[in-house]
């Protein structure tokens, strides 16, 4: 064998890379042993993993992770006895990689024990009950295969996580020979045996630690890390490992100093069970916190629900919470914003507001009442329900993905009952009861201008720290086609370099992008190129809606007969956060009903001032009856209703 071809640099990253390639080139091991042991001494684990980390980039295919015994001894042997290899501890506890971490850690604890057994008569029970615990590795592979390596494959990384499948079912089998070796007291074939086991086992861990787990930090998000965390609980662990709960949380993305934060859920908890008073809880926060920021407000409100406070409950003090901390929001950064941005096109409207509702104060406090313009006024101030439909629709998707849950479901709410408010007053001027409409309007300003200082030290500061340039430019993407309140259409934003950003939603439209858009998609019955069923879903005198399996919102129709905003920011988003708070809980109910193949269809009609809306849910189900979403079709009917008798001739003009 030829020797390793070895020509190290002083650093230590740069050198394993080299040993490494010159194993896999077949050099010398022997070589590449002692120029390990002799140029290497000083290496540390993050030196490790960032040369297997690049060497796996340059090399693909998981090269490191499906290597030839001959780099699996190598690694194991020369980096366990440098102690280089250690457990990974930058994760929080309940965190994916931690729970495999830990795991590992509970194996190699048994295979020591195992280890420290002699194999015969006298130790066979507790070697059968050490080893059933051990065979629980078994539930560890499970959750990588159906946890973990779905997202790395949609990622790309798809050939090493099909390899290591194939690792585990190897060790699957080698436990169940284990298994029945010890059924039979067969003690000579149940020592090699355990030996074989545990140094797969072992060897397993290690593939983990240095590659799988690290390259998984890498390409998976902390928001899908959440995802796999809430699916692990089903699959199970390890029985000496059971971690806590964890999910990544809006405090994860946002600056916040920890110190106040625990100050601010104390006060704020006390103020809401009743036990200070707001004037108490003021001077405690002047005492304590200092200035706050939006998002140390915003991730307290999270962790009040997670600590028990209802939602109800929540949007009952919302006002007066925001109220005892009033003085202590600090400002935020938003006034370097470009034109065309949509946090300046939502502050440019509520400037537009503010001074609306000042002109309609002052004309209010007139004699001589101008029913013209009080009319024209209000027909201008319900726009503000477009200014709520662009955030329900455009910020609030991007700000769920980071777990902004709480606050932006209890804003939407509080939206709800602006809307309602908005519509009784809207109908007392429509109807010249200037009388009634006065008499109460001032409650409803209250609660617009309240909103508009919510949006301003809390939501608007949250998004620019959560939301990156991307999502900015996608959310710019989606506005136009909901409208504005009371501004014109804004500029262009960003840069004409970056204006040509596709929506994920529309991927597909560009010739160049799509594979079928030239071919025709067969259907039951007839074949259709992409343009045509883009054309029939343009054309169709209803909304239509899907949502898939999953209860996310795959589809929407861009049509003339919108009935509710959509924006391509509900794509992909979880069907729950689509609807008004007060309807989700139905909108579950029908689909649970689908889902469990209950019912097939639900239906319901409302009347939204001179519309007549109908309003249906069907479930879709394959060949076999197995679920695959809901279709949600919407229309307008009120003309439909007034048909009577018969229609046969073209009598058009």
């Given at each position: 064998?030829?020797?390793?071809?070895?020509?190290?640099?002083?650093?230590?990253?740069?050198?394993?890379?080299?040993?490494?390639?010159?194993?896999?080139?077949?050099?010398?091991?022997?070589?590449?042993?002692?120029?390990?042991?002799?140029?290497?001494?000083?290496?540390?684990?993050?030196?490790?993993?960032?040369?297997?980390?690049?060497?796996?980039?340059?090399?693909?295919?998981?090269?490191?992770?499906?290597?030839?015994?001959?780099?699996?001894?190598?690694?194991?042997?020369?980096?366990?006895?440098?102690?280089?290899?250690?457990?990974?501890?930058?994760?929080?506890?309940?965190?994916?990689?931690?729970?495999?971490?830990?795991?590992?850690?509970?194996?190699?604890?048994?295979?020591?024990?195992?280890?420290?057994?002699?194999?015969?008569?006298?130790?066979?029970?507790?070697?059968?009950?050490?080893?059933?615990?051990?065979?629980?590795?078994?539930?560890?592979?499970?959750?990588?295969?159906?946890?973990?390596?779905?997202?790395?494959?949609?990622?790309?990384?798809?050939?090493?996580?099909?390899?290591?499948?194939?690792?585990?079912?190897?060790?699957?089998?080698?436990?169940?020979?284990?298994?029945?070796?010890?059924?039979?007291?067969?003690?000579?074939?149940?020592?090699?045996?355990?030996?074989?086991?545990?140094?797969?086992?072992?060897?397993?861990?290690?593939?983990?630690?240095?590659?799988?787990?690290?390259?998984?930090?890498?390409?998976?998000?902390?928001?899908?890390?959440?995802?796999?965390?809430?699916?692990?609980?089903?699959?199970?662990?390890?029985?000496?490992?059971?971690?806590?709960?964890?999910?990544?949380?809006?405090?994860?993305?946002?600056?916040?100093?920890?110190?106040?934060?625990?100050?601010?859920?104390?006060?704020?908890?006390?103020?809401?069970?009743?036990?200070?008073?707001?004037?108490?809880?003021?001077?405690?926060?002047?005492?304590?916190?200092?200035?706050?920021?939006?998002?140390?407000?915003?991730?307290?409100?999270?962790?009040?629900?997670?600590?028990?406070?209802?939602?109800?409950?929540?949007?009952?003090?919302?006002?007066?919470?925001?109220?005892?901390?009033?003085?202590?929001?600090?400002?935020?950064?938003?006034?370097?914003?470009?034109?065309?941005?949509?946090?300046?096109?939502?502050?440019?409207?509520?400037?537009?507001?503010?001074?609306?509702?000042?002109?309609?104060?002052?004309?209010?406090?007139?004699?001589?009442?101008?029913?013209?313009?009080?009319?024209?006024?209000?027909?201008?101030?319900?726009?503000?329900?477009?200014?709520?439909?662009?955030?329900?629709?455009?910020?609030?998707?991007?700000?769920?993905?980071?777990?902004f849950n709480t606050p932006s479901t209890i804003m939407w709410t509080l939206h709800d009952d602006i809307r309602e408010s908005m519509k009784y007053h809207k109908k007392m001027v429509e109807r010249s009861n200037f009388e009634a409409a006065f008499a109460t309007q001032e409650s409803l300003f209250d609660a617009i201008l309240e909103m508009i200082f919510k949006e301003e030290k809390?939501?608007?500061?949250?998004?620019?720290?959560?939301?990156?340039?991307?999502?900015?430019?996608?959310?710019?993407?989606?506005?136009?086609?909901?409208?504005?309140?009371?501004?014109?259409?804004?500029?262009?934003?960003?840069?004409?370099?970056?204006?040509?950003?596709?929506?994920?939603?529309?991927?597909?439209?560009?010739?160049?992008?799509?594979?079928?858009?030239?071919?025709?998609?067969?259907?039951?019955?007839?074949?259709?190129?992409?343009?045509?069923?883009?054309l029939i879903f343009t054309f169709l005198p209803v909304d239509v809606t899907f949502t898939d399996e999953n209860n996310i919102v795959r589809f929407y129709n861009k049509g003339d007969y919108r009935i509710f905003p959509r924006s391509p920011g509900i794509i992909g988003r979880e069907v729950r956060y689509c609807h008004p708070p007060k309807s989700v809980d139905m909108v579950l109910?029908?689909?649970?009903?689908?889902?469990?193949?209950?019912?097939?269809?639900?239906?319901?009609?409302?009347?939204?001032?001179?519309?007549?809306?109908?309003?249906?849910?069907?479930?879709?189900?394959?060949?076999?009856?197995?679920?695959?979403?809901?279709?949600?079709?919407?229309?307008?009917?009120?003309?439909?209703?007034?048909?009577?008798?018969?229609?046969?001739?073209?009598?058009?003009?």
């Amino acid at each position: 064998m030829e020797a390793l071809p070895l020509n190290l640099t002083t650093s230590n990253t740069s050198a394993l890379k080299e040993i490494i390639r010159a194993i896999l080139d077949g050099g010398d091991m022997d070589v590449a042993r002692q120029e390990f042991r002799t140029r290497l001494t000083g290496m540390n684990h993050g030196e490790l993993v960032a040369a297997v980390q690049q060497l796996e980039d340059e090399l693909g295919g998981g090269a490191i992770l499906i290597a030839e015994k001959r780099l699996k001894d190598f690694l194991l042997k020369e980096l366990v006895d440098a102690n280089v290899i250690k457990k990974i501890d930058d994760y929080p506890p309940g965190h994916p990689i931690q729970n495999y971490v830990d795991e590992n850690k509970y194996a190699a604890m048994l295979c020591d024990e195992i280890e420290k057994l002699e194999v015969n008569e006298n130790s066979i029970l507790e070697l059968n009950n050490l080893f059933n615990l051990l065979a629980e590795i078994d539930i560890h592979y499970v959750r990588k295969e159906n946890q973990l390596f779905p997202f790395l494959e949609a990622a790309g990384f798809t050939h090493p996580s099909t390899a290591m499948w194939q690792f585990h079912d190897d060790i699957r089998g080698m436990i169940k020979e284990v298994q029945v070796a010890l059924k039979e007291n067969n003690f000579i074939q149940l020592e090699t045996l355990l030996n074989i086991v545990i140094t797969e086992i072992r060897e397993m861990a290690i593939r983990e630690e240095l590659v799988l787990l690290p390259t998984a930090a890498r390409l998976i998000s902390n928001e899908d890390w959440g995802k796999i965390r809430l699916g692990e609980d089903e699959i199970g662990f390890m029985a000496g490992v059971q971690p806590v709960q964890w999910e990544p949380k809006i405090g994860g993305y946002l600056q916040q100093n920890e110190e106040r934060i625990e100050a601010m859920l104390v006060i704020s908890k006390d103020f809401i069970d009743g036990n200070i008073e707001s004037t108490a809880a003021k001077e405690l926060i002047k005492g304590q916190l200092g200035e706050i920021t939006g998002g140390e407000f915003a991730y307290v409100e999270v962790m009040l629900e997670k600590q028990g406070v209802s939602q109800h409950a929540l949007r009952e003090k919302i006002d007066a919470l925001v109220a005892i901390y009033k003085d202590a929001l600090g400002t935020g950064d938003l006034e370097d914003l470009n034109p065309g941005h949509p946090v300046h096109s939502f502050r440019k409207e509520n400037r537009a507001i503010q001074k609306l509702i000042a002109e309609i104060r002052e004309k209010s406090e007139e004699s001589s009442i101008d029913s013209d313009w009080i009319k024209d006024s209000w027909e201008k101030l319900v726009q503000v329900i477009v200014h709520y439909a662009r955030k329900e629709n455009q910020l609030f998707p991007y700000l769920e993905k980071k777990n902004f849950n709480t606050p932006s479901t209890i804003m939407w709410t509080l939206h709800d009952d602006i809307r309602e408010s908005m519509k009784y007053h809207k109908k007392m001027v429509e109807r010249s009861n200037f009388e009634a409409a006065f008499a109460t309007q001032e409650s409803l300003f209250d609660a617009i201008l309240e909103m508009i200082f919510k949006e301003e030290k809390i939501l608007f500061p949250v998004c620019l720290e959560l939301i990156n340039q991307d999502e900015w430019i996608e959310i710019r993407q989606g506005e136009d086609e909901i409208g504005y309140c009371l501004i014109p259409v804004p500029l262009a934003w960003p840069d004409s370099e970056d204006a040509t950003y596709t929506h994920p939603s529309q991927l597909g439209s560009d010739p160049l992008e799509s594979t079928i858009t030239d071919g025709l998609i067969g259907l039951d019955e007839g074949q259709l190129s992409q343009e045509q069923i883009k054309l029939i879903f343009t054309f169709l005198p209803v909304d239509v809606t899907f949502t898939d399996e999953n209860n996310i919102v795959r589809f929407y129709n861009k049509g003339d007969y919108r009935i509710f905003p959509r924006s391509p920011g509900i794509i992909g988003r979880e069907v729950r956060y689509c609807h008004p708070p007060k309807s989700v809980d139905m909108v579950l109910q029908i689909i649970e009903a689908f889902r469990t193949g209950k019912k097939d269809k639900a239906e319901f009609w409302i009347q939204i001032q001179e519309q007549f809306i109908h309003i249906r849910f069907f479930a879709l189900r394959d060949k076999d009856k197995n679920y695959k979403g809901v279709l949600e079709i919407m229309q307008e009917v009120s003309e439909i209703r007034k048909l009577e008798g018969n229609k046969r001739l073209l009598d058009w003009e």
